[in-house]
C-alpha cells in the first residue's frame, strides 16, 4: 500500500522524521507543494488531489499543516479512495493567521467527519495547536487520539528526528479500521500540565 507523505509550511527538511520515513519505508511518495513557503489551500489540495488519485487506497501522513490539508482533503473530496491518514500535531490556522501569509486560507477547520480511519497523535506542549482543542478536533473527525506528552511540535526543533514512537502508528493505519480499539490511544499523565477534553 503507497504511502503519501504529506509535510507541512516549508515542507520537511532531511532530518525531519517524515523524510527519514521516506527513506526507510517501502512505496512512500512524498506529496511535493511548488512553494513550500507560500501556503495556499486551493493550490495545495489540487496538489493532494492529484496524488492520491494516482495512488488510490494511500494511507496519507500529514504534519502539521500538512495535516490540516488533509482535513480539508477530506470535506471537500469525500469520493476519494484513501486508506486512511496519520494526522501529526495538526496546526491551526487561527493561530498563525496574522504571521503567516496564506496560512489564513486554510481557515477555519473543517469539523466534518472522515470517510476514512485516522489517527491523530497531538503533543500536551504544541505551539501550533492546544492539546485541549486537538482532542475535540480529533472526536469531530471521528479520528482515534493519541496523547504524544510535552513533544512540541514533533519536528527536528523539538528533538524528534527519526521519531520512532510513531511507526507503530501508522503500523496500526495499515490493518485499518478493525484494529483501532486493540491499542490504548492516550499515554497516562507523567505528571505534566495536560488539559482534560
Do not use: C, Y
Not at 37 to 62: E, I, Q, S, T
Not at 138 to 154: C, K, P
Amino acid at each position: 500500500m503507497t504511502i503519501l507523505m504529506i509535510p507541512g509550511f516549508k515542507g520537511s527538511e532531511p532530518e525531519h522524521w517524515q523524510s527519514r520515513w521516506e527513506a526507510a519505508l517501502h512505496d512512500v511518495e512524498r506529496v511535493q507543494q511548488e512553494h513550500w513557503d507560500a501556503p495556499d489551500l486551493d493550490v495545495w489540495l489540487a496538489v493532494l488531489v492529484h496524488h492520491v488519485k494516482r495512488r488510490p487506497g494511500a494511507l496519507l501522513v500529514g504534519h502539521s499543516l500538512g495535516a490540516t490539508l488533509i482535513a480539508h482533503l477530506a470535506l471537500r473530496h469525500p469520493d476519494l479512495d484513501i486508506g486512511g491518514a496519520l494526522l501529526v500535531a495538526p496546526a491551526d490556522p487561527d493561530l498563525r493567521r496574522s504571521r503567516v501569509p496564506g496560512i489564513a486560507s486554510f481557515g477555519p477547520l473543517p469539523i466534518e467527519p472522515f470517510g476514512f480511519p485516522a489517527i491523530l497523535v497531538a503533543s500536551r506542549t504544541d505551539p501550533h495547536m492546544a492539546q485541549e482543542r486537538a482532542r475535540i478536533i480529533a472526536n469531530l473527525w471521528e479520528a482515534a487520539f493519541v496523547d504524544a506528552g510535552d513533544a512540541g511540535h514533533i519536528n527536528v526543533a523539538s528533538g524528534h528526528g527519526a521519531w520512532p514512537e510513531g511507526l507503530p502508528w501508522l503500523a496500526r493505519l495499515q490493518v485499518r479500521q478493525h484494529a483501532f480499539a486493540q491499542l490504548p490511544l492516550s499515554r497516562p499523565s507523567t505528571g505534566s500540565r495536560h488539559s482534560a477534553p
